[in-house]
């Protein structure tokens, strides 16, 4: 059973940086997306960023410049910089992952779907 586990959250002001950790066990393919979604109250689940098997990186256009997606294989863990925060960045943040798609699917409309394993999110909280 893949079991996938956020850290990293917290509150800060805006124009600070968190950094968000999600550590991924018992997967065992070589291919894979994984990606980072976020959730704000009373709105949809969104594609934040993601990374394929084959190194592709894609990013929603609000974490553009701000944001970057990487992955740590050796230690099983997915990382999400996140700079320059904004209260709009607001929010519960997942990391999820599935087989085969490529990383653009976590940033396509209801690309979310597309996932079947998902950690239990992590809250981001940004102050004006």
């Known amino acids: 059973q893949v079991q996938l586990e956020e850290s990293g959250g917290g509150s800060v002001q805006a124009g600070g940086s968190l950094r968000l950790s999600c550590v991924i066990s018992e997967y065992s393919y070589s291919d894979y997306c994984m990606g980072w979604f976020r959730q704000a109250p009373g709105q949809e689940r969104e594609g934040v960023a993601g990374i394929d098997s084959s190194g592709s990186i894609v990013y929603a256009d609000s974490g553009k410049g701000r944001f970057a997606i990487s992955i740590d294989n050796a230690k099983n863990t997915l990382y999400l910089q996140m700079n320059s925060l904004k209260p709009e960045d607001t929010g519960m943040y997942y990391c999820?992952?599935?087989?085969?798609?490529?990383?653009?699917?976590?940033?396509?409309?209801?690309?979310?779907?597309?996932?079947?394993?998902w950690g239990q999110g992590t809250q981001v909280t940004v102050s004006s």
């Open positions: 999820a992952m599935e087989g085969f798609s490529p990383a653009s699917m976590v940033v396509a409309v209801n690309g979310s779907t597309a996932f079947g394993y």
